[in-house]
Structure formats: structure tokens, C-alpha cells
């Protein structure tokens, strides 16, 4: 950065992203790779960010708060995904709401975890089925222009969107050797 001002951290950028939006409803199930993120939110009096029991109970949330006139973003990791394709369908795409979820990405780079290496391989053909634009975050660089525009097509459209957090952007989950 030329101006000499320290580099943010990606989760720092989606916050400043977040709030210049007005999505200040934060419903997420715990992740560690998002914990820092959630940390930050949780920090600030802007944001009203809670953990839910169900990545289902959490997009149901942000339903009602869509209909009810505040806009929220669902933040979950990739295995919550598998449990919203009826959601999603029955829900967001029909009704046309701009759902907005974050998702932390496990099943690459080193996985252990058989049932998240699955899911990390249909999550996006799932997707691609609903017509839900998403967009897979792998660089410091590319987090503001991505969250940015897509949050405003999202509320355009009232289409959902899917930002899914790569490792190579967040580090990933740090395994045991």
C-alpha cells in the first residue's frame, strides 16, 4: 500500500464491507476459521451476532429479517452448507430473498475429514443448480471488490449469494500432525 496505512486483515475488510451495507444481523454456527471474524463482529455495537444451533435455524433468521426489513448474513463452514439446499430452494430462490452466507471452506488443502472433502465437492454444483451466485474468495486483494458488488446485486436482485472463504484467504483450519 502506497500510502504507508497498515494492511487489513480479510475479516476486518468484511466487517467495513458489512457495515457500509447495513447488514448488521449476524446469525452463525461457531467455526474456527470464521473466529476471528465473529470476534470482531461480536465487538462492535453495529452488529447484532449470535450463534445458532443449526445453520437451517440461522437462515430462517435472516428470512425473517429480510422481510422485516433488516439485512443479515449467515456465517457457517462448509459442512453446515449440506443441510440448506432445501432451504435454499423452498425459501430464498422462490421467494426472492437475497440470502447472504459466508462459508468457511474445509474439504481442500490437507482435509482429513472425509464428510467435509464431500461436501466441499457438491457445494458448488448445488449452487450452480439453484442459480445462486457465489463466488470463492482466495485473495486479500480481491475480499472488498467481491463482498461489495455482490451484496449490492444480492439486494438488487433479491437473488442470494455465497461468499465461500478459500484457505489460501484465511489459513484454513490448522490440523494436528
Request: proline residues 6%; aromatic residues 8%; glycine residues 6%.
Amino acid at each position: 500500500m502506497s500510502d504507508g496505512a497498515p494492511e487489513r486483515a480479510w475479516y476486518e475488510i468484511v466487517r467495513d464491507v458489512l457495515k457500509q451495507h447495513d447488514v448488521s444481523l449476524i446469525p452463525y454456527v461457531p467455526d474456527n476459521v470464521l473466529r476471528p471474524l465473529i470476534e470482531l463482529l461480536e465487538a462492535d455495537p453495529f452488529f447484532n451476532a449470535f450463534s445458532v444451533a443449526r445453520e437451517e435455524e440461522g437462515l430462517g433468521i435472516t428470512a425473517g429479517a429480510w422481510m422485516a426489513g433488516t439485512r443479515a448474513i449467515l456465517l457457517m463452514q462448509t459442512s453446515g452448507f449440506a443441510t440448506l439446499a432445501n432451504q435454499l430452494a423452498s425459501l430464498s430462490v422462490p421467494f426472492q430473498i437475497p440470502t447472504m452466507m459466508i462459508v468457511s471452506e474445509r474439504g481442500t488443502l490437507g482435509e482429513f475429514n472425509i464428510g467435509q472433502m464431500l461436501v466441499a465437492r457438491t457445494m458448488r454444483p448445488v449452487l450452480d443448480c439453484l442459480a445462486i451466485e457465489h463466488h470463492t474468495v482466495t485473495r486479500l486483494d480481491e475480499v472488498e471488490f467481491i463482498f461489495d458488488r455482490s451484496i449490492r446485486q444480492a439486494v438488487a436482485t433479491l437473488g442470494p449469494v455465497c461468499f465461500i472463504l478459500s484457505p489460501l484467504l484465511t489459513g484454513g483450519k490448522v490440523f494436528a500432525k
